[in-house]
T-cell receptor, first 114, second 113 residues
Framework: AQKVTQAQTEISVVEKEDVTLDCVYE???????LFWYKQPPSGELVFLIR??????QNEISGRYSWNFQKSTSSFNFTITASQVVDSAVYFC???????????FGSGTRLQVQP | DAEITQSPRHKITETGRQVTLACHQT?????MFWYRQDLGHGLRLIHY???????NKGEVSDGYSVSRSNTEDLPLTLESAASSQTSVYFC????????????FGQGTRLTVV
């Protein structure tokens, strides 16, 4: 069975601080896929990144970076120099070859104060 | 542009009534999903479909049904609405491969009174 844990329910930071959102996953499959989605206050779900289990390279996209560590089953998301517009709920999700539907974590609400 | 749309965006219904939420996608995706979002639970899978005439139960399927008669649509029916089904419902679609991201509709806020 799949499981995604986002232990941080809510994080509050001041603008320009760096913040890391944690994601720990469980799956029995050796091939799996990890995702991050953003849900801003307007409510839509916005895809941010996908990572395959066989690609452990970390990725950076502007102020966003992702750290994938198979050894600890973690796929953490860091925002550098946070901005008010980063305020949102962030979801980590997992799929594998046995189940194409995403399994979501419970989400982390990030509040960036000016 | 291809898109996925849900209707209605907001609905209030009474306990015991049958309700159908519509989901229509123009991506030509084989996979379609219904999730519900509740505080503290993230998004939980209700039903999903991998193609026409294919439907499967997710983790929270009790009280819900779906049918897939074409590629574009996956309507979600609440057979007899209950207050516990007050939630925000999201429809999503994706390509057949498991490594592809899902595209989500705008969500439907359903209140059962």
């Amino acid at each position: 069975a799949q499981k995604v844990t986002q232990a941080q329910t809510e994080i509050s930071v001041v603008e320009k601080e760096d913040v890391t959102l944690d994601c720990v996953y469980e799956t029995r499959d050796t091939t799996y896929y990890l995702f991050w989605y953003k849900q801003p206050p307007s409510g839509e779900l916005v895809f941010l990144i996908r990572r395959n289990s066989f690609d452990e390279q970390n990725e950076i996209s502007g102020r966003y970076s992702w750290n994938f560590q198979k050894s600890t089953s973690s796929f953490n998301f860091t925002i550098t120099a946070s901005q008010v517009v980063d305020s949102a709920v962030y979801f980590c999700a997992l799929s594998d070859t046995g189940r194409r539907a995403l399994t979501f974590g419970s989400g982390t609400r990030l509040q960036v104060q000016p | 542009d291809a898109e996925i749309t849900q209707s209605p965006r907001h609905k209030i219904t009474e306990t015991g009534r049958q309700v159908t939420l519509a989901c229509h996608q123009t991506w030509n995706h084989n996979n379609m999903f219904w999730y519900r979002q509740d505080l503290g639970h993230g998004l939980r899978l209700i039903h999903y479909s991998y193609g026409v005439q294919d439907t499967n139960k997710g983790e929270v399927s009790d009280g819900y049904s779906v049918s897939r008669s074409n590629t574009e649509d996956l309507p979600l029916t609440l057979e007899s609405a209950a207050s516990s089904q007050t939630s925000v419902y999201f429809c999503a679609s994706s390509e057949s491969q498991p490594n592809t991201e899902a595209f989500f509709g705008q969500g439907t806020r359903l209140t059962v009174v």
